[in-house]
């Protein structure tokens, strides 16, 4: 492409952007949203969705989608009428749609985080308590597997970066997996992979890490049977986290399975409760302050055939991981 025909092409992009540029330079709004009817919504970090006051017209919602399917390479019409890609400048995950399958044109945009929150932050936003954010400090440090859920939305890139900060001063070499470039690591000894479906699968990634010697394998996202492969990964000494979609914690495991049965008849159970040590569960909660709250936090004992998962609730009162005294199945 040449510089012109380039320049072009951004000059029009800033045209349609410019009813919600201010959001997308705006380092606190992590996701933006237009609906049909035209309106814009924004997720804001600590306050959660909230309706602007923004109007997108139809030209320049369609103008918008245009011109990120070409700088893809492709085109959204009514024979293609849904979108994934990545928004040019601004770099942001873009999933849209056009008529027929809507009324008007709608998208989300995921934009990069570019403000890290800390455990330390949590707790000032009274999102977890004290204990409970040293209690996965001491987690993290002591090299344990724990696997983020979450619904869309909930939080869960931005717990998994809090998580990243404690590892950042601990000398490891930290092997990074993801599809769109959203988890914040300040580790100096670091490789962070983007997977390009199909040229370059989760799959691959997890499999080439190991040649990497990491310490530690961080996957963005499990959305597929290579679930499989990062659980292999962290049950041989390379223990990491991941992010899942989920309901609650107790459910995790169940999702975890559900992948893994893309790709064989029956998931290993007992792998899954060896490789992970901890569920830990965010969601959306337009009752609290900062729009989201820590569900729950549960460590995994292990599998029984006759019971299901074997879990155990978290003593947190001395601000460490300790399995408290009681423990509950979850049945299958």
């Known amino acids: ?3 012109i025909v380039q320049k072009r092409r951004f000059s029009s992009l800033k ?7 201010k959001h997308l330079d705006d380092d606190t709004v992590i996701e933006i ?8 919504w924004i997720d804001r970090v600590g306050a959660g969705l909230v309706e602007t006051e923004e109007i997108m017209s139809v030209s320049e919602a369609s103008q918008m989608i245009r011109l990120v399917a070409a700088a893809m390479g492709t085109e959204v019409n009514e024979d293609n009428p849904s979108l994934s890609g990545k928004l040019p400048i601004w770099g942001a995950r873009v999933q849209a749609s056009v008529p027929p399958i809507v009324d008007a044109p709608a998208f989300a945009l995921r934009k990069p985080p570019k403000i890290v929150f800390t455990l330390d932050n949590y707790v000032e936003k009274k999102i977890v308590s004290q204990n409970e954010a040293d209690a996965l400090a001491d987690a993290v440090r002591n090299g344990k597997s724990i696997l983020v859920g979450g619904a869309t939305g909930s939080g869960k890139t ?5 998580l990243l900060q404690v590892i950042a001063d601990s000398g490891e070499r930290v092997y990074i997996v993801e599809d769109t470039p959203e988890l914040q690591c300040p580790a100096k000894n670091k490789l962070q992979v983007l997977v390009q479906p199909p ?3 989760h799959h691959r990634a997890i499999v080439d890490a190991l040649r990497y010697r990491p310490d530690r394998i961080i996957v963005g996202e499990v959305r597929d049977g290579s679930a499989l492969d990062m659980l292999k990964a962290w049950n041989t000494g390379h223990p990491g986290f991941a992010t899942v979609h989920a309901n609650n914690a107790r459910s995790m495991l169940d999702r975890l399975s559900q992948l893994i049965e893309e790709v064989v008849p029956v998931a290993p159970h007992r792998l899954i409760a060896d490789a992970i040590d901890y569920c830990v569960h965010i969601r959306r909660d337009p009752l609290h302050p900062a729009g989201r709250s820590l569900s729950g936090i549960v460590a995994v004992d292990g599998w029984d055939k006759d019971g299901g998962w074997q879990f155990s609730s978290l003593d947190v009162s001395d601000g460490v991981c300790a399995v408290a005294p009681s423990s509950f199945n979850n049945h299958k």
Do not use: F
Not at 33 to 40: A, K, R
């Open 1 to 3: 492409m040449s510089d």
């Open 15 to 21: 045209k349609a952007v410019a009813p919600i540029e």
């Open 33 to 40: 949203m237009l609906n049909p009817d035209g309106v814009v």
């Open 158 to 162: 931005t717990l998994a970066n809090a």
């Open 199 to 201: 040229v370059y699968t």
